[in-house]
């Protein structure tokens, strides 16, 4: 239903000579740019760009799975230009923040994790695409990221307390979502290496 809505919203003008990947691209491309708003104090130009940004992804995913143009190195780039876009904007709006310190940190785990099981695929099995969960803590990344810039723009601490929950709401969906990518893995090698074990749907 998602991915229905995201096509005939946005991706009706893009041809098909343009491809998942391209768009993920345009993402790594914006990553410094918010980067050099958010730190020029141009926040409003700044939300702007990374909400675009944000619709990127949504694009970029619906664009693979729709037009059957699903790749291996898409499932590793897609997600590692999301962690850079939140990784950018968290920094800026409060390295002083413990949920935020704690946030950055999995972040980081996480695209660690994303390298080694692609370079690491041959012994891992293939790069997992994201799931359910993993989508649900993106969108509530963006939006907490949007309060927390929003509630600096008016200068408004309730905008900030309400990021604050929401970005702990997006945190606890990252480690479902971490377990869940790792349980999937854990499927696949066994039935790679033809081990019967009996694991749950």
């Not at 990947?21 to 700044?46: C, E, K, Q």
């Not at 993993?134 to 969108?139: D, W």
Request: hydrophobic fraction near 60%; proline fraction near 2%.
């Amino acid at each position: 239903m998602t991915d229905s809505f995201v096509s005939k919203a946005f991706l009706w003008f893009v041809p098909h000579s343009v491809k998942p990947n391209h768009i993920t691209l345009v993402r790594f491309i914006l990553v410094p740019i918010i980067y050099w708003l958010f730190a020029s104090d141009m926040l409003i130009l700044g939300l702007v760009v990374f909400t675009i940004a944000a619709i990127t992804d949504a694009m970029d995913g619906a664009m693979a799975r729709t037009r059957n143009q699903i790749t291996d190195l898409g499932k590793v780039i897609d997600p590692i230009a999301d962690k850079l876009l939140i990784l950018t904007a968290l920094f800026f709006v409060g390295w002083d923040i413990l949920l935020i310190k704690i946030f950055v940190v999995y972040i980081l785990f996480e695209m660690i994790a994303v390298l080694v099981g692609y370079f690491f695929a041959p012994y891992l099995g293939k790069t997992t695409g994201a799931n359910a969960f993993g989508k649900t803590k993106l969108v509530l990344q963006c939006i907490s990221i949007g309060f927390f810039i929003v509630g600096l723009i008016i200068s408004n601490q309730v905008f900030i307390e309400i990021a604050k929950y929401v970005l702990f709401g997006a945190l606890f969906f990252a480690v479902v979502a971490g377990i869940e990518t790792a349980r999937r893995r854990v499927r696949m090698f066994l039935k790679d290496h033809n081990i019967n074990v009996v694991l749950s749907e």
